[in-house]
């Protein structure tokens, strides 16, 4: 894939992220679960109680949105890792761990959603269960985005693209860091990952009239 369509998919991903960011339902009751954005703490509830507090809003049509939107995002950034993979990546086995983990993760994440709108459907009557399932896929998600940031660090540090290497290595550590310690770190993810794309948008605009390397 061309620089231009690198570029396209790029402006796409950022576009859709705050778009995502602008839609997150303000709810100041989140801070009870340590976390400022809404859309983190609905994806990190621990059982019942917690997920009705995330849902206790006047702005819960909200998360409905929100949550559709994120389908487009899903699609937007799987587009684009997997492509930059197959793309930078020399050797086949790292395509295959970076395209892998991306379109594994895009799989969890899809499976998040269809369970975040599972809980939006109903007035009441939350489980454990429904609070687990939306944990459990959105950290496995964070997971296989880790393992794939860190092949498309590799990836592009073969290419001596160093500043944005650094920079999925760096969002790759963040979470990483956040999976074993202290999960509403996660937020931390969406300012690094965003001066990361914001860098990558620079490079291929550079680059979009180039051929390919």
């Known amino acids: 894939m061309s620089?231009?369509?690198?570029?396209?998919?790029?402006?796409?991903?950022i576009a859709l992220a705050v778009g995502l960011w602008m839609l997150s339902p303000p709810h100041p009751e989140q801070s009870?679960?340590?976390?400022?954005?809404?859309?983190?703490?609905l994806q990190m509830v621990r059982d019942w109680p917690?997920?009705?507090i995330?849902?206790?809003?006047?702005?819960?049509?909200?998360?409905?949105?929100?949550?559709?939107?994120?389908?487009?995002?899903?699609?937007?950034?799987?587009?684009?890792?997997?492509?930059?993979?197959?793309?930078?990546?020399k050797r086949a086995w790292l395509k295959w761990i970076v395209g892998g983990c991306?379109?594994?993760?895009?799989?969890?994440?899809?499976?998040?959603?269809?369970?975040?709108?599972?809980?939006?459907?109903?007035?009441?009557?939350?489980?454990?269960?429904?609070?687990?399932?939306?944990?459990?896929?959105?950290?496995?998600?964070?997971?296989?985005?880790?393992?794939?940031?860190?092949?498309?660090?590799?990836?592009?540090l073969t290419h001596r693209l160093l500043p944005l290497a650094v920079g999925y290595a760096f969002t790759a550590g963040v979470t990483?860091?956040?999976?074993?310690?202290y999960t509403p770190m996660l937020e931390l993810v969406a300012p690094v990952g965003a001066l990361t794309l914001v860098a990558q948008a620079i490079y291929f605009i550079r680059h979009s009239g180039r051929a390919p390397a």
């Open 3 to 13: 620089p231009r369509h690198l570029l396209l998919l790029t402006l796409a991903t």
């Open 32 to 41: 009870q679960l340590g976390y400022r954005s809404s859309a983190f703490a």
């Open 50 to 52: 917690s997920l009705t």
């Open 54 to 89: 995330v849902l206790a809003t006047p702005a819960r049509a909200g998360y409905r949105l929100h949550t559709f939107l994120d389908f487009g995002f899903i699609l937007a950034y799987g587009s684009l890792w997997i492509a930059m993979g197959m793309r930078f990546g």
């Open 102 to 156: 991306i379109a594994a993760a895009m799989l969890c994440d899809l499976a998040e959603n269809f369970a975040i709108l599972r809980v939006l459907g109903i007035e009441s009557g939350f489980t454990n269960e429904m609070a687990l399932a939306i944990r459990g896929w959105a950290l496995r998600k964070w997971m296989l985005l880790m393992l794939g940031w860190f092949g498309l660090s590799i990836a592009l």
């Open 176 to 181: 990483a860091t956040a999976l074993m310690t």
